[in-house]
């Protein structure tokens, strides 16, 4: 018996000390953390926004856009986005369409009024950037649990409060990324901070999210989302100026063949 006790502890401690059997562990652990987060931001249905970008180049110099989006929130698939930018001139007019996909690539349309017609991005271009911008059109869809593998980090205290750390492994084999490092408030399961790791594994871009407002008494937004681009030092800050949940959309508005006729 003494032998068996003994043999039984061993065989413990291995599994216990094992990197293969800790992994799995972590793995499950940021799973069930990233599948609550999402849990909890579900049923919004649909919603509009008015939002302000503006981008920066190294030198600090900027230039604003205006653009509005609406969002139809889609169960058991992707959900689809629609944004019109509004000002300046050289953008005014353009469409984005989104139809986001959890086992396929995202759906995605880009309608230029000067070009006349409706382009749509290759699966192959989604890590360039969206408009100029420091965010890539890879970064403008929904996310869904399916897209990615999960690790979990350990925990990290950000400006003051605890926060888990795990990273994102996208499963989509043309992505730009190699992975996503997130930070996630332990309180809330919002996201606090983002690293982008390009294809080489190298630090890419980092995303702040502040200015946090809860909608409806459930779900929070980030008012400010402020990306920044660490190898070409540019930058993008993309300001919530109005949030609207409930606003009943066709979900035709969400089709291509509408996307020139946005006003």
Request: no cysteine.
């Given at each position: 018996m003494k032998w068996n006790m003994t043999f039984a502890s061993l065989l413990l401690a291995a599994l216990v000390l094992s990197p293969t059997w800790a992994a799995a562990l972590n793995d499950d652990k940021a799973l069930a953390i990233v599948t609550e987060s999402k849990?909890?931001?579900?049923?919004?249905?649909?919603?509009?926004?008015t939002m302000t970008m503006t981008l920066f180049d190294k030198r600090g110099n900027s230039v604003s856009r205006e653009l509005r989006t609406m969002m139809l929130e889609?169960?058991?698939?992707?959900?689809?986005?629609?944004?019109?930018?509004?000002?300046?001139?050289?953008?005014?007019?353009?469409?984005?369409?989104?139809?986001?996909?959890?086992?396929?690539?995202?759906?995605?349309w880009i309608y230029m009024p000067a070009l006349g017609r409706i382009k749509r991005i290759s699966s192959r271009n989604k890590s360039g950037p969206f408009l100029g911008s420091e965010f890539a059109y890879e970064d403008v869809g929904s996310f869904e649990i399916?897209?990615?593998d999960y690790r979990y980090s350990g925990m990290e205290d950000l400006h003051g409060k605890p926060n888990h750390v795990i990273e994102y492994i996208p499963k989509y084999e043309n992505s730009g990324y190699t992975k996503l490092k997130v930070w996630m408030d332990v309180e809330h399961l919002r996201q606090s901070k983002v690293e982008y790791y390009d294809r080489k594994g190298s630090l890419l871009k980092t995303l702040e999210l502040s200015d946090y407002a809860l909608y409806q008494d459930r779900y929070?937004?980030?008012n400010t989302k402020t990306m920044i681009n660490v190898q070409n030092k540019n930058k993008t800050v993309l300001a919530t100026n109005q949030l609207t949940f409930g606003v009943d959309f066709d979900p035709a508005t969400f089709h291509r063949s509408g996307m020139k006729h946005q006003k």
């Open positions: 849990q909890r931001d579900s049923g919004w249905v649909d919603a509009s926004a889609v169960a058991d698939d992707g959900d689809k986005s629609l944004t019109i930018f509004d000002t300046p001139h050289d953008v005014k007019g353009t469409v984005f369409l989104n139809i986001s996909r959890v086992l396929e690539p995202d759906q995605q399916e897209k990615y929070w937004r980030a």
